[in-house]
């Protein structure tokens, strides 16, 4: 079972989710956790790209699973906006990507979100790795203000703060890291010391153009020397357990 955690898609250029699957099909992947594209550029509002997203995984076959996103320096609105998505009860997650939002994570509505997630058992997943408001450790002082609520790591750190992202799941329980985008040294370091139920795979596809980047970033942990046991666990199972899915028996 392969479960991809961290994937986009432009659904203004193409809502159909057959190529999607298709993708999947070609990889071996059986289902995949998905975050829109525009969103986190803040084109026009939350909901609008909220509901777009979830109707695209319903229109999957059961296979996609909606992780939405608000916009923290809307205040209320966003916070309001997270409890509309969550009463759907499609969601499965939160995504955040404070980088390209350009919004810092510690602040009100943030916590607000986090109270949310913890009350829904669904975790919150950022982009991390990239200065200034996406840093691992900035993500684990959320995780110690909100020690009942899950946060994923969804690049671990990426190049650079992967020893950061390590001791950030070191330190916090409800942190979980995911293979995405490191170098095959701190993957390999990542699976040796953190863990083994807390590590998630991902791929960061974009849509349409990106489907080698599947391909070279699931090459990269089909080389690491891991366990089967291990192996399972990184490729599906936790991503099942932690987001609560139901997959397609093969």
């Known amino acids: 079972m392969i479960i991809d955690t961290h994937t ?72 309001d906006e997270a409890k509309r998505c969550l009463d759907s009860r499609a969601v499965k997650g939160f995504k955040f990507h404070p980088w390209v939002q350009g919004e810092y994570i510690l602040r009100g509505e943030m916590d607000a979100v986090c109270r949310l997630a913890s009350q829904a058992r669904v975790p919150i997943l950022f982009h991390d790795g990239t200065p200034v408001y996406s840093l691992p450790s900035q993500v684990g002082v959320l995780a110690k203000m909100h020690p009942e609520t899950t946060f994923v790591l969804g690049h671990g750190g990426i190049l650079y703060y992967w020893k950061e992202a390590i001791e950030t799941a070191r330190q916090c329980p409800n942190v979980v890291v995911g293979l995405c985008g490191q170098h095959p040294l701190a993957m390999q370091t990542i699976c040796d010391q953190v863990d083994p139920d807390r590590i998630l795979y991902g791929t960061d596809f974009m849509g349409p153009g990106t489907e080698d980047l599947v391909a070279y970033r699931k090459g990269m942990v089909d080389r690491l020397n891991l366990s089967e046991e291990l192996r399972k666990k990184v490729m599906g199972e936790n991503a099942v357990r932690m987001f609560g899915l139901g997959t397609r028996s093969k």
Request: glycine residues 8%.
């Open 8 to 79: 986009h898609w432009p659904f203004s250029v193409n809502d159909d989710p057959a190529g999607f699957l298709r993708t999947m099909d070609r990889f071996g992947v059986d289902g995949s956790v998905l975050c829109g594209w525009e969103i986190l550029h803040k084109r026009d509002t939350m909901a609008k790209w909220n509901d777009v997203l979830v109707d695209f995984c319903r229109r999957s076959e059961g296979r996609l699973w909606p992780l939405v996103s608000v916009h923290l320096a809307e205040g209320t609105r966003a916070v």
